[in-house]
């Protein structure tokens, strides 16, 4: 494998550090002030509606609730898979290595070994979405029976310990959609350093005015 030239390695680290510092500063708000951050607001707001839920016995509102949720997650669960299997194909196809993603590539490195690194990275990030999505269905089925628990069955079956075990599904299930979101400059990055870090400056961008409600 050829040595990087520097313009690569400083392009795609500054991409790589603009997506790290981004979701640091994501995690700090969620610490510090939840409330203005879309994720910290809808875990809020599902404990009002666990609480409503059992309150009311609105049995068939959460059973149909938490089966879109479970479709949803397996749908893309299965999509990454798919995915993933198109990547792995991709990066025995030796022969398909000359093509478009060179021509495009101006400035970065451009051997087969550097472009087979970057589809495994790309691939990674799938199996990723995947295993999150697996465990958000796996929470979301245990909710379902939680939920329509009554809470008189079990003292430590609280509308707070239901909550926490949605909130821990929606967790995988936010996890899993940032790893999509995140293939978007990984997939740039096939075309070269140049196109990741206008693909990265794109989703940051984004997933700020996405992520905040103030």
């Not at 997506?19 to 809020?44: D, E, F, V």
């Amino acid at each position: 494998m050829t040595s990087l030239p520097w313009l690569e390695i400083i392009l795609t680290s500054s991409a790589f550090l603009l997506l790290l510092l981004y979701h640091i500063h994501l995690i700090y708000q969620l610490r510090k002030a939840p409330m203005t951050t879309s994720i910290g607001l809808t875990n809020h707001l599902r404990l009002e509606w666990v609480q409503s839920v059992r309150r009311e016995n609105k049995d068939i509102l959460a059973v149909q609730t938490m089966r879109n949720w479970v479709m949803t997650s397996s749908f893309l669960a299965s999509t990454a898979v798919l995915i993933s299997l198109g990547i792995i194909n991709a990066a025995f196809r030796t022969d398909k290595y000359n093509g478009i993603p060179h021509a495009l590539n101006l400035v970065g490195a451009t051997s087969q070994a550097f472009w087979q690194l970057k589809l495994m990275l790309l691939l990674l990030d799938f199996f990723f979405a995947f295993f999150n999505f697996a465990l958000s269905i796996r929470y979301y089925n245990h909710a379902g029976f939680l939920i329509n628990t009554p809470a008189e069955h079990d003292q430590f079956l609280t509308s707070d310990y239901v909550t926490k075990v949605i909130n821990r599904g929606t967790t995988h299930y936010t996890l899993g959609m940032r790893a999509y979101y995140l293939a978007v400059p990984f997939v740039l990055w096939l075309f070269g350093p140049t196109w990741m870090l206008g693909g990265a400056i794109l989703i940051t961008a984004i997933l700020y005015k996405v992520d905040r409600i103030i």
